[in-house]
């Protein structure tokens, strides 16, 4: 094979004409096995939402199940028991990636943010996440955005900071893209409508454009996932199948170019029903009761 077949190759990703259901979970279980580099990570029971308490042998418990396969644990909340996640994670020799949660709810992001500079002074976060997709949910302004993210830079000097939304906020916003020491990209092709023979390529494209984005600074796909259960959205279909394949094709990706990679998710979570329908319960490589699903 030729350099530039092989490089056509891992643009389109692997081909699965030929393989069976039982071929895909293997390729699965290989590539978990063999470690991939980060998980999204949610210690939410079933019954749970956000705003629930979270204990720590909840925490110690979920992330017992999913430390043999990955390097990084990325967090999304700073409160409710969520702060305690990092310090867990570090005993168990994970890096972490700690999100502050923001919105328009100016109280609870004061404790958001304290909390988070008392995780970063204790040693407990490699990587910072002021807000998650705060844009995307018109919550907060670009400057009220900005206003936080230079906070936690005075606050937190030994940070790296960055801030997690689609991709194309950064492209979008040249001064978010700007403040940000590491772009934090989520790219998901499902939810832009992308059939699953092309969502690879798809996704890759998101990555560059962030990447452009950032003129040379890191850019860390800070989630990307497909559902394996739910509705249809346009021309992105939910199954298992799907799942696996874009799993297959995110994960060999990412091993063979070094893209950091927060696959999103490591639990099913009933709660997201609410949020983003039938289908929003069923990202995990998990599922509610912890068992892994392929």
Same mark, same amino acid.
């Not at 199940?65 to 702060?83: A, H």
């Not at 996932?225 to 739910?230: A, D, L, Q, R, V």
């Given at each position: 094979?030729?350099?530039?077949?092989? @490089?056509?190759?891992?643009?389109?990703?692997?081909?699965?004409?030929?393989?069976?259901?039982?071929?895909?979970?293997?390729?699965?279980?290989?590539?978990?096995?063999?470690?991939?580099?980060?998980?999204?990570?949610?210690?939410? $029971?079933?019954?749970?939402?956000?705003?629930?308490?979270?204990?720590?042998?909840?925490?110690?418990?979920?992330?017992?199940?999913?430390?043999?396969?990955?390097?990084?644990?990325?967090?999304?909340?700073?409160?409710?028991?969520?702060?305690?996640? !990092?310090?867990?994670?570090?005993?168990?020799?994970?890096?972490?990636?700690?999100?502050?949660?923001?919105?328009?709810?100016?109280?609870?992001?004061?404790?958001?943010?304290?909390?988070?500079?008392?995780?970063?002074?204790?040693?407990?976060?490699?990587?910072?996440?002021?807000? +998650?997709?705060?844009?995307?949910?018109?919550?907060?302004?670009?400057?009220?955005?900005?206003?936080?993210?230079?906070?936690? @830079?005075? $606050?937190? !000097?030994?940070?790296?900071?960055?801030?997690?939304?689609?991709?194309?906020?950064?492209?979008?916003?040249?001064?978010?893209? +700007?403040?940000?020491?590491?772009?934090?990209?989520?790219?998901?092709?499902?939810?832009?409508?992308?059939?699953?023979?092309?969502?690879?390529?798809?996704?890759? +494209?998101?990555?560059?454009?962030?990447?452009?984005?950032?003129?040379?600074?890191?850019?860390?796909?800070?989630?990307?996932?497909? !559902?394996?259960?739910?509705?249809?959205?346009?021309?992105?279909? !939910? +199954?298992?199948?799907?799942?696996?394949?874009?799993?297959?094709?995110?994960?060999?990706?990412?091993?063979?170019?070094?893209?950091?990679?927060?696959?999103?998710?490591?639990?099913?979570?009933?709660?997201?029903?609410?949020?983003?329908?039938?289908?929003?319960?069923?990202?995990?490589?998990?599922?509610?009761?912890?068992?892994?699903?392929?």
């Amino acid at each position: 094979m030729s350099f530039r077949s092989e @490089k056509v190759l891992s643009l389109v990703g692997e081909d699965f004409q030929q393989k069976t259901a039982d071929d895909l979970a293997r390729m699965f279980k290989v590539l978990l096995d063999g470690g991939i580099h980060g998980l999204c990570f949610s210690a939410y $029971l079933e019954g749970q939402a956000p705003g629930s308490i979270l204990s720590e042998q909840q925490i110690r418990e979920r992330i017992a199940i999913i430390k043999p396969f990955i390097q990084w644990v990325r967090t999304f909340s700073c409160s409710d028991g969520s702060e305690l996640i !990092p310090a867990i994670a570090k005993e168990n020799g994970l890096k972490t990636m700690v999100g502050a949660w923001l919105s328009d709810d100016k109280e609870k992001n004061e404790e958001e943010i304290n909390n988070l500079i008392q995780v970063v002074k204790s040693g407990n976060a490699d990587l910072v996440a002021v807000g +998650n997709e705060v844009l995307y949910r018109e919550e907060l302004t670009e400057e009220e955005l900005l206003g936080y993210i230079s906070r936690v @830079k005075k $606050l937190a !000097p030994e940070a790296q900071v960055g801030y997690v939304d689609a991709y194309y906020e950064f492209v979008n916003r040249p001064a978010l893209a +700007n403040a940000c020491d590491v772009i934090f990209a989520n790219c998901y092709p499902f939810w832009e409508g992308c059939h699953i023979d092309y969502s690879h390529v798809y996704m890759q +494209n998101m990555y560059y454009q962030a990447l452009g984005a950032g003129k040379g600074k890191r850019v860390i796909i800070s989630e990307t996932g497909w !559902p394996n259960i739910g509705t249809a959205f346009e021309a992105s279909v !939910p +199954n298992t199948e799907n799942a696996l394949r874009y799993f297959i094709n995110t994960q060999k990706w990412s091993r063979e170019e070094g893209i950091e990679v927060m696959y999103f998710s490591s639990f099913d979570e009933s709660w997201k029903v609410g949020v983003e329908g039938d289908v929003g319960a069923f990202w995990g490589l998990w599922d509610k009761n912890g068992k892994l699903k392929y």
